[in-house]
Each structure stands twice: as structure tokens, then as C-alpha cells.
């Protein structure tokens, strides 16, 4: 654990409490000492009030912030005497300690102060830093995790045995340090909890963190050197071999791109899969296996949690390595490396076989079972879907109901394997018992918050494929799919500047080439878990070429590009579609379908064509609870392709200004690639789920179709 911290920038803080957001970010920075909103950090000191009167104040964290991004406004000012008293009260209940801290604020626009304020303000320091540190933890759960601490820090840090976080954990924290000479301590261990430091100057309070910290890494990794490997582990996987990058063809592409792109694009986004069995020889599965696979976990861990879950197959080194130990299922289901973890990943993790769906029926009658031998009858029993889990020889699994949430349980497991193998090797991986942990999974506070909970987005969870995404129409449905809660696959043979992101996963792909599509959509569904919605736009604009001047080389291209390349597409997500979640296709034909004009009939028939395959496709998936719809979008300008020099010819030919031009149709309304791109996501969502086969202009309105 090394420091972070920089003199000039500590300089630059302008007042103390810049100073403590700064040393705050520091600590938020690694990720070995907190995860997602974990720790937190305070400062004392004095303010005037209104009346000209001083009072003793506490800075603390508030809920809500994260370590690694707060600021000063993240800093809840609290009436330090009002917490000392409340430390005095014999009994509190979390519910009305969060009600008095929030009295106990001194500014009625400041956060709620974290649960842990009190805590902060019976320690008498005027810097106090409290995090969760992964080594600190990780001694802690194993079994003589408390006197390697004892032995480590010696007189220095008071080690206290575990008890819920809140009220009571600051009544235990005041009661073993009654008459402590708090200049000799340095800091405070909560086993299986965390660790405190503290000190009356923020560069002392973080580097004694720091300090204490990197005590613990150095004593857990020379335990773990000294020590055999854990019973049962066999040899970690190796690096899985780079997979073949799919050919990709100079062929011409995207709405908006006048002419064909050359050349081969290279660095396909993305790590391979790491296909392996029993015995660590790499082989390569039929391509489709594995994803067709999860997406049926997916499906079923969606029925079971309520709504749809995105689930994603972390192949890393590190999880196929946990994957292949023989006692990987028994390891998974001990317990998070700490209790608030629960709230994230469960209190528990499932077990996924050669056939994953009875892990998951396993893991529910599990969970279900825990509720019960805990809860009394005010407790509200949460979804019994995992949040992670084995895959044996495979890698791990995460589900979540979000992308954000996705993130955080990816990296909780991540952080908790690592813990695990470890603590493996000093004795044996112990979480807290399956009380404590319910404890916090059902803490009256996160109880409360169930009542309050917010609707979610409609597309939240669900998965959303687009084609051509780097510009125009698709760019604007990736990002129109996206604020409406989806993930995006988004795909495109050119780079999609700008637009990835934890919901956006793009991969570069030739749509006219079968083996490169099936390829990007099974990386794509190893990293999101299936696919709910396809919006097949791909394509180009020929430039004008009258029949007697037609080149066959234009012809096919149009042809390959704004047909062959649709059906291909939607021939390998339809088995993927059939396990999504009201699943919807939606093709970006063309107003030209209906009302042609002379000079495009390479890109007019091709649409047609289009259309054709979309009504075809509409007869065969209904069955399957797959709806087909088209839109025919006309004259959309906000492309690459209509500079103001193109625009002003066009109008120019029809005798019109550019304005005129833009709007001539019976709205008199310019159409933009948001407009055609908010039709598609509507046609696509819960609005339309008894239409299918339907043709949808989006043109403004066009007498020729009307
Ligand atoms: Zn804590």
C-alpha cells in the first residue's frame, strides 16, 4: 500500500475542509481500501452560528457520497455535543438515530451525516479516516485472524470483535475506550468490519491508514507465501490464447456514408473468451453454446428476481483460475469478505454446473431458506435471484438488475476471490455466520429504503443490439436506448468515438460478414448476458446512379450492405431473442419503400427487399413472442453525408432555401436522427407489445404515402 499523497495539492486546499475532501479522495482512490460508496471520514471543527455563538462542529461524510469523488459539500456539518450526548443514550434505534442526525445537522441543505457519525465523534481526534481495507478483512476472516492483528499492532491499535455496524457499534466503540489514552493509539480494528485511523492532522490521519494498511498486506502476503496452497486447488488457468480477429471486409457501410470504407480495421474491442475444461486444454465450444447458455440463465434469473437482469461471464485468469478449484462451490457459498457487502452481492454466491439452470433453482431454495430461519414477520423477503456465483471451470458470474449495480457486484467478487484464495492459504476463508449477515442484508434502514424505492427505467435491465452506431440514426438509438435504462451492444465497422461506457459496449464488426457478426454478438452477451431488442439499421446511400448507368459492383453493394446484411444479423440473434424479454426487432427501412424515387434503385429495391424480409420475419417469430416492426424514416439531414453545401444543391434543384427544403413535408417539421431514433425505442418498448409486421413512417408526413 503505497501513499498518494502530493504536498502541492494538500497545499492548494484552500481550507481545512478541502483538506479532508482531499486525503478522502486519496483513500477513495484505491480500491483496496474501499469499494463503491464503502468508508468514510471526518473532520472536527468550529463554526458561528447566527447569533454569533461557537459551536463545536463535526464534518462527517455524508450518505450518498463516494470516497473517491466527494468534494466539501459532502460533508455533513453536525453539532459535535448533540452525537456525544446521543453516544450517552443507553438505547437508540437506527431508524431514530438517522432521524437525530439528521437534527443534529447544522445546515438543513447538507447530506444526511453517515451512519458511522457518532462513531467519528467519540474519538477525540480532529482527523478520523475509516475504511474497509481489503487485508485488514481478509486477516480477520481467517481463523486466527484476531491474534495476527493482536500481534501485528500490538499496543498501538485496539481491536474490537465484530458487532453491527450503527448505534450499537458506536455504544461498544464508547464503552471499550472509557479512559483510553488516545495518544498512544493509532487507530481502531473492527474485525470483519474495517479499520480507524485517526490523528490531529489530515496527513498524519491518512498516512497512519496507510501505514497500518501496508502493515496488514505484508503480513497476510508472508502468511500466505509460508503456507501450502489451499486443499484442493489445482493449477490456476493459464492466459487464454487471443482469439482470431474476424475477418472484416472493405465494404461500404452506415447511414450517412456516402462512399464504401477501406481498409481493415484492427484492435477489435475486448478480451477473448476463455474456453476450458476439466483440464485446462484450451477448445474452442461451437461458437454459439456458451451464450445461448446464459442467456437462459438470464432468463430465468430475470423470472425469478422480478424483472430483467443483465449477467455477464468474467473469464479473467483470476476467475477461471477460482473456477477450476475443486472446492470452488463450497468456497462461494461461505460468505462476502464484509457484511455490507450483502447489500450489493448477497450474503452468499450461487453454484453454476456444465448446465447452469438447476445452480440457480439451488441457489433460490437457498436463499429462501436463510430468510426463513432469520427473519421475524416484519422482515420484507428480498428477490431470491443471486448476485454472483461459480461457473465451474468457466468463470464467474454476475447478475445484476442495472448496469451500475453490474459494476459494483463485478467488483465486489472480484475483490472477494482474491480475499478468498488468500485467506485460503493462512488457514481457511471464515465469514461472519449467516445471522450476522442478515442482520445487515435486513437492517431496518435498507428496509426502509424498499418503501421509497423509486420506479426504474423502462428499459432497465433489458439488452439492446444496434447496427451502424457510429453515426446518424444508430447513434442516436444507442444513445436514446440508453437513457431509457437499456445496455447498448452497439456495432459499427468504423470507431464509435465517445460513445462507450459501462451501458455502452461497442465492437467493431462488418455486418455483411456472417462469422464477424456471430463473433461481436457472442462477445457482446458474455458481457451483458443476452439480448432483448435489435434495431437493424446498417446501411448506406448509394450515391445517384440512374438504371442505364447502373454498375453491378454498385448494385451489389447496395444490395449486400442494405439487405444481406439484416438477414444475417437477425439470423443469429433470434435465438437469443427467443430468450429475451419482450423481445422486439426493429428495422430502419426507408420512405423510399413506399413512394420510390428515380436514381436510387440500388438503395430502394435493397429496402424493399428490406421491408419484405421484416414482414417474413414478423410470420415466423410471432410464435416465438418475437414482434417485427419497420420504420421508414425520410429525410433526415443531421448526417455525416448532408453538409450545408449538399443540402443547398438539393434545395436549389427543387427552387427552395435550405429551411424550405428541410421542412417540406405536410408538418412542415425537420425530422432529426433523435426523432426516428425515439419511434424506434417506443416501437421497440412496452407501448407497442401487441404490434408486429407494422410499417412506421417517420417522415414528417409525405402525400405519397399517405
Ligand atoms: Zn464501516
Given amino acids: 500500500m503505497q501513499s498518494r499523497w502530493n504536498k502541492h495539492e494538500a497545499r492548494a486546499c484552500a481550507d481545512e475542509l478541502e483538506l479532508r475532501a482531499y486525503s478522502s479522495r486519496l483513500l477513495g482512490r484505491e480500491p483496496a481500501l474501499v469499494l463503491h460508496g464503502g468508508g468514510n471520514t471526518s473532520v472536527k471543527g468550529e463554526a458561528t452560528d447566527v447569533f454569533g455563538e461557537t459551536r463545536r462542529v463535526l464534518f462527517v461524510k455524508g450518505s450518498g457520497w463516494d470516497l473517491k469523488s466527494i468534494g466539501a459539500a459532502g460533508f455533513a456539518p453536525t453539532d459535535l455535543e448533540f452525537l456525544l450526548r446521543l453516544a450517552r443514550l443507553e438505547q437508540l434505534s437506527d431508524s431514530e438515530m438517522m432521524r437525530q442526525l439528521r437534527l443534529a445537522t447544522l445546515n438543513p441543505s447538507a447530506p444526511n451525516p453517515s451512519v458511522e457519525a457518532i462513531l467519528h465523534a467519540l474519538i477525540p481526534h480532529r482527523y478520523v479516516d475509516h475504511t474497509h481495507a481489503d487485508a485488514v478483512v481478509t486477516l480477520s476472516n481467517s481463523p486466527d485472524g484476531e491474534s495476527i492483528l493482536r500481534e501485528l499492532y500490538g499496543d498501538e491499535v485496539l481491536v474490537l470483535p465484530y458487532i453491527m455496524p450503527g448505534f450499537i457499534l458506536a455504544r461498544q466503540v464508547a464503552a471499550a475506550t472509557r479512559g483510553a489514552d488516545w495518544t498512544s493509539l493509532r487507530g481502531i480494528v473492527l474485525l470483519q468490519h474495517g479499520i480507524f485511523s485517526f490523528h490531529e492532522d489530515a496527513e498524519g490521519s491518512y498516512s497512519a491508514m496507510i501505514e497500518l494498511v501496508d502493515r496488514a498486506e505484508r503480513?497476510?502476503?508472508?502468511?500466505?507465501?509460508?503456507?501450502?496452497?489451499?486443499?484442493?486447488?489445482?493449477?490456476?488457468?493459464?492466459?487464454?490464447?487471443?482469439?482470431?480477429?474476424?475477418?472484416?471486409h472493405g465494404t461500404p457501410t452506415i447511414h450517412g456514408t456516402p462512399t464504401g470504407i477501406h481498409g481493415t480495421p484492427t484492435g477489435i474491442h475486448g478480451t477473448p473468451m476463455q474456453y476450458q475444461?476439466?483440464?485446462?486444454?484450451?477448445?474452442?465450444?461451437?461458437p454459439t453454446v456458451l451464450p445461448l447458455q446464459l442467456s437462459r440463465l438470464r432468463k430465468a434469473a430475470g423470472k425469478i428476481h422480478g424483472t430483467p437482469m443483465l449477467v455477464r461471464l468474467e473469464a479473467s485468469p483470476e476467475a477461471c483460475a477460482f473456477a477450476q478449484l475443486d472446492n470452488c462451490g463450497e468456497l462461494i457459498r461461505r460468505g462476502p469478505l464484509t457484511p455490507d457487502h450483502t447489500l450489493h452481492a448477497k450474503p452468499f454466491g450461487a453454484v453454476f454446473d456444465a448446465d447452469p439452470l438447476p445452480g440457480l433453482g439451488d441457489f433460490e431454495q437457498e436463499y429462501l431458506r436463510y430468510f426463513q430461519a432469520h427473519a421475524s414477520e416484519h422482515h420484507q423477503c428480498l428477490d431470491a435471484a443471486p448476485r454472483y456465483g461459480v461457473w465451474r471451470d468457466k468463470g464467474m458470474v454476475y447478475l445484476a438488475p442495472s448496469c451500475k449495480r453490474l459494476e459494483i457486484v463485478a467488483d465486489i467478487s472480484a475483490h472477494t476471490i482474491r480475499a478468498i484464495k488468500l485467506a485460503e492459504a493462512i488457514g481457511g476463508w471464515r465469514a461472519l455466520p449467516h445471522d450476522k449477515l442478515f442482520e445487515v442484508e435486513y437492517w431496518e434502514l435498507e428496509q426502509a429504503k424498499l418503501a421509497k424505492a423509486r420506479a426504474a427505467p423502462e428499459q432497465q435491465g433489458k439488452i439492446a443490439l444496434v447496427t451502424g452506431a457510429a453515426s446518424g440514426i444508430g447513434r442516436a438509438t444507442v444513445e436514446e436506448m440508453r437513457?431509457?435504462?437499456?445496455?447498448?451492444i452497439a456495432l459499427d465497422i468504423r470507431e464509435m468515438e465517445g460513445l462507450e461506457s459501462p451501458e455502452v459496449l461497442c465492437l467493431r464488426c462488418d455486418v455483411t460478414d456472417s462469422d464477424a457478426v456471430q463473433s461481436v454478438l457472442n462477445e457482446g452477451v458474455l458481457h451483458f448476458g443476452g439480448l432483448d431488442i435489435l434495431v437493424s439499421n446498417a446501411g448506406n446511400f448509394p450515391s445517384s446512379e440512374s438504371l442505364a448507368d447502373m454498375t453491378d459492383e454498385a448494385w451489389e453493394q447496395s444490395m449486400q450492405l442494405n439487405l444481406g446484411s439484416h438477414m444475417k444479423v437477425l439470423r443469429a440473434c433470434l435465438p437469443l431473442l427467443e430468450n429475451g424479454f419482450d423481445p422486439a426487432v426493429v428495422f430502419v427501412a426507408s420512405k423510399n419503400v413506399p413512394a420510390p424515387g428515380p436514381g436510387a434503385a440500388a438503395y430502394s429495391a435493397a429496402k424493399a427487399g428490406l421491408t419484405q424480409l421484416a414482414r417474413v420475419a414478423a410470420l415466423e417469430a410471432g410464435p416465438l413472442g418475437i414482434r417485427v416492426n419497420v420504420v421508414h424514416?425520410?429525410?433526415?439531414?443531421?448526417?455525416?453525408?448532408?453538409?450545408?453545401?449538399?443540402?443547398?444543391?438539393r434545395a436549389r434543384r427543387y427552387d427552395m432555401?435550405?429551411?424550405?427544403?428541410?421542412?417540406?413535408?405536410?408538418?412542415?417539421?425537420?425530422?432529426?436522427s433523435r426523432d426516428v431514433a425515439a419511434s424506434i425505442a417506443v416501437l421497440a418498448g412496452a407501448a407497442f407489445s401487441r404490434t408486429t409486421g407494422a410499417q412506421i413512417p417517420v417522415d414528417g408526413g409525405n402525400e405519397r404515402v399517405v
Fill in 633 to 649: 424514416p425520410n429525410a433526415v439531414y443531421d448526417t455525416g453525408i448532408w453538409t450545408e453545401e449538399v443540402l443547398g444543391e
Fill in 483 to 488: 437513457s431509457r435504462g437499456a445496455a447498448v
Fill in 277 to 286: 475444461e476439466n483440464h485446462g486444454t484450451p477448445t474452442a465450444p461451437p
Fill in 219 to 248: 503480513e497476510l502476503l508472508r502468511r500466505a507465501g509460508a503456507q501450502p496452497p489451499a486443499a484442493g486447488a489445482k493449477t490456476p488457468a493459464e492466459n487464454p490464447p487471443p482469439r482470431p480477429i474476424q475477418g472484416i
Fill in 657 to 672: 432555401d435550405v429551411e424550405q427544403y428541410k421542412t417540406s413535408n405536410l408538418l412542415g417539421l425537420e425530422v432529426s
